[in-house]
């Protein structure tokens, strides 16, 4: 059975702090893995890791995939009150996106 | 923003009503996809189509069907609802599944069956 797993499930930082989120993955025909950032409402695309680009950074964010050991991580640097929300993996089987439960990152001032 | 749009974006029901959610997108994407969201859980597939009239289960499809008579509409319908299904429902789209890339999210329908 296909599965993401994220750990933790949640984290409780102060600003300025760096965060590793993790992710595994057992997939059948992986083909991509993507991290979304949810706060009130709808999940919003941060990075898709493929075979071709194994490594992503946007501002204090970055995501890497190690596609032997199937698991992806998501690192914030010099974390803000903005960056509090629910981090989401999820990775593709075919043309299926299976999401994990999420880690829940509260950043206090 | 894609242009994704879910209605009703609040119900609340009784136990055995029928409920129809519907998911209305105006970027001509061909997949179309129901997710759940419940604490604990994370998004889970309901079910999902890969083009008009064209659809699959997903994960936890017990309990509801779907309907894509046009591109831009995907309809979801809970033939008679339960309290397990209330819950956060989000539609998303996207362009091609081939691509394996970004989905498109909707803001939502939170529905409550009591």
């Known amino acids: 059975e296909d599965k993401v797993v994220q750990s933790p499930l949640s984290l409780v930082v102060h600003e300025g702090d760096t965060v590793t989120l993790n992710c595994s993955y057992e997939?059948?025909?992986?083909?991509?893995l993507l991290w979304y950032k949810q706060e009130k409402k709808a999940p919003t695309f941060l990075f898709m890791l493929?075979?071709?680009?194994i490594e992503k950074k946007s501002g204090r964010l970055s995501s890497i995939l190690d596609k032997k050991e199937l698991f992806s991580i998501l690192n914030i640097t010099a974390t803000q009150t903005g960056d509090s929300a629910v981090y989401l993996c999820?990775?593709?089987?075919?043309?299926?996106?299976?999401f994990g439960t999420g880690t829940r990152l509260q950043v206090f001032p | 923003d894609a242009g994704i749009t879910q209605s009703p974006r609040h119900k609340v029901t009784e136990t055995g009503t029928p409920v129809t959610l519907r998911c209305h997108q105006t970027?001509?994407?061909?997949?179309m996809y129901w997710y759940r969201q419940d604490p604990g859980h994370g998004l889970r597939l309901i079910h999902y189509?890969?083009?008009?009239?064209?659809?699959d289960k997903g994960e936890v499809s017990d309990g509801y069907s779907v309907s894509r008579s046009k591109t831009e509409d995907f309809l979801l319908t809970l033939e008679s609802a339960t309290s397990s299904q209330t819950s956060v429902y989000f539609c998303?789209?996207?362009?091609?599944?081939?691509?394996?890339?970004?989905?498109?999210f909707g803001e939502g329908s939170r529905l409550t069956v009591l």
């Open positions: 999820a990775s593709y089987n075919t043309d299926k996106l299976i």
């Open positions: 997939v059948t025909n992986f083909r991509s």
């Open positions: 493929t075979s071709s680009g």
């Open positions: 970027e001509n994407h061909r997949y």
């Open positions: 189509s890969y083009g008009v009239k064209d659809t």
């Open positions: 998303a789209t996207q362009a091609r599944a081939r691509e394996a890339g970004e989905l498109f």
